[in-house]
Nanobody
């Protein structure tokens, strides 16, 4: 069992930055692939970014590529999502998920159903 706790959300003006954290407890964190998803009001949850267990490779949604950076610190059992140049359309609740294996494809990374564990989410609001 893995417990995930997101933090770092808040209110920021367009063009600003935030860093989200997802702290994990429970089983060996380094053996989990991690993903960030977000859900805006009235919209479906959408993929944001992932980082794999093996090799730490990252993968981003086109909408955040070049602005968001995902990293992990296995010693601290934490993944970080650095979000720069934020836009109003980035406003959403951000969730991190974990799965106890590596991804079989880039497509699979983007599918929320793949993830076994989820955090409670953290609100990000970007004002124009």
């Amino acid at each position: 069992q893995v417990q995930l706790v997101e933090s770092g959300g808040g209110l920021v003006q367009a063009g600003g930055s935030l860093r989200l954290s997802c702290a994990a407890s429970g089983r060996t964190f380094s053996s989990y692939s991690m993903g960030w998803f977000r859900q805006a009001p009235g919209k479906e949850r959408e993929f944001v970014a992932t980082i794999s267990w093996i090799g730490g490779s990252t993968y981003y949604a086109d909408s955040v590529k070049g602005r968001f950076t995902l990293s992990r610190d296995n010693a601290k059992n934490t993944v970080y999502l650095q979000m720069n140049d934020l836009k109003p359309e980035d406003t959403a609740v951000y969730y991190c998920g974990a799965v106890d294996r590596d991804y079989s494809s880039d497509y699979e990374r983007t599918q929320g159903r793949v993830y076994e564990y989820w955090g409670q989410g953290t609100q990000v609001t970007v004002s124009s």
